[in-house]
């Protein structure tokens, strides 16, 4: 038996998928500042930038089916048994970390936060060159991710890492 039962059944099954891509947007940026002296031609420049709104972004991956399972809401502590019965403390994921415990600490201190989720956002960026078509441009994408995602997803799976 096919999984729709014809081309409408399909696109009603698609329009009613919860994950969508973010749009892009993009602006315009210069140089508002004084200008004295020698002026270096970046300050005369005009930069484009392109992004994605973060708020949708980690809504997506926070909502995502497929992270149910691999997602942290709270701090935790791991132990490990050694083989003559001590234990020790194992970090492996950004919420068994000390540092989780300290800020959840932190915004527990405000009434206002209480029931809340604790979602750490992790970003980063790295040079791209990028030679074909564009003459030898250089770009620095940013990326991001929660650090409620545990880590064997994000070097998994692509949709727990997305470019800003």
């Not at 250089?138 to 991001?144: A, F, G, K, Q, R």
């Amino acid at each position: 038996m096919p999984p729709f039962a014809d081309h409408q059944d399909l696109y009603t099954t698609i329009d009613a998928t919860p994950l969508g891509d973010v749009p892009w947007s993009s602006h315009s940026i210069s140089y508002m500042g004084d200008r004295t002296g020698d002026i270096p031609p970046w300050m005369d420049a005009s930069y484009e930038f392109h992004f994605r709104n973060p708020h949708k972004l980690v809504q997506n991956i926070l909502k995502n089916p497929d992270f149910k399972d691999e997602l942290d809401y709270t701090p935790y502590c791991e132990w490990e048994e050694r083989s003559d019965g001590t234990h020790s403390r194992r970090w492996h994921d950004l919420m068994s970390a000390d540092w989780a415990w300290n800020q959840v600490d932190i915004i527990a201190q405000d009434p206002e936060t209480h029931g809340s989720t604790f979602v750490p956002i992790i970003l980063g960026s790295d040079k791209t060159t990028v030679s074909v078509v564009t003459g030898q441009n250089n770009y620095y994408p940013l990326y991001l991710s929660v650090g409620n995602v545990r880590n064997n997803v994000h070097h998994a799976h692509c949709n727990a890492v997305v470019l800003q």
